[in-house]
């Protein structure tokens, strides 16, 4: 999804709360991060703390922020919709966690992997898609979130995201077969 694109409007479930939310719906935000997630990928595993930590921060700030699962939960059962409900807890992720039982909506974002970032201004353009930061499992990089604190900094202040947007690593996006 290039720079400067619209965000695909979605109604998903979230496993959290049990409502069906969209992208559109609730208040708007300066800011709006989409996340793909998943909960037994180990690069999601190993940021999911950081992630909750963030999000907390920047909704403080006027973000909001969406996470979305869309595995294949009949071959990847850690990531059902109880599972996710589970995690979220655990974690205290202060947002949705939606299910996108369907893959339409990683497909209409063009999420290749988890944890893969997209940050939107308040007119929901795509200012940023990327990584949280180098941080990788089994690396001694701390977790910082810098590369979406850059981000979401910019976009709440006005300005275009500065330096590279580099790429997601990750696992891949569990397609369905068929």
């Known amino acids: 999804m290039p720079i400067g694109t619209a965000a695909p409007d979605f109604t998903l479930p979230d496993t959290v709360s049990g409502e069906v939310m969209s992208l559109r719906s609730g208040r708007p935000a300066a800011a709006t991060v989409v996340?793909?997630?998943?909960?037994?990928c180990p690069y999601v595993v190993h940021i999911q703390h950081q992630i909750a930590t963030l999000a907390a921060e920047y909704i403080g700030?006027?973000?909001?922020?969406?996470?979305?699962?869309?595995?294949?939960?009949?071959?990847?059962?850690?990531?059902?919709?109880?599972?996710?409900?589970?995690?979220?807890?655990?974690?205290?992720?202060?947002?949705?966690?939606l299910f996108d039982e369907t893959q339409q909506v990683a497909r209409a974002y063009g999420a290749a992997c988890t944890p893969e970032f997209f940050v939107f201004d308040a007119?929901?353009?795509?200012?940023?898609?990327?990584?949280?930061?180098?941080?990788?499992?089994?690396?001694?990089?701390?977790?910082?979130?810098?590369?979406?604190?850059?981000?979401?900094?910019a976009v709440l202040e006005g300005r275009p995201v500065a330096g590279v947007q580099k790429p997601v690593i990750g696992c891949g996006i569990k397609w369905k077969r068929g």
């Open 123 to 153: 007119n929901l353009t795509l200012a940023y898609h990327g990584q949280m930061d180098d941080s990788r499992p089994r690396t001694d990089i701390p977790v910082t979130g810098h590369d979406l604190r850059n981000a979401l900094d």
């Open 35 to 40: 996340m793909f997630l998943c909960n037994h």
């Open 61 to 97: 700030r006027g973000a909001a922020f969406f996470a979305i699962n869309s595995n294949d939960i009949q071959n990847y059962p850690d990531d059902s919709p109880d599972n996710m409900k589970r995690i979220a807890a655990e974690i205290g992720y202060p947002f949705p966690y």
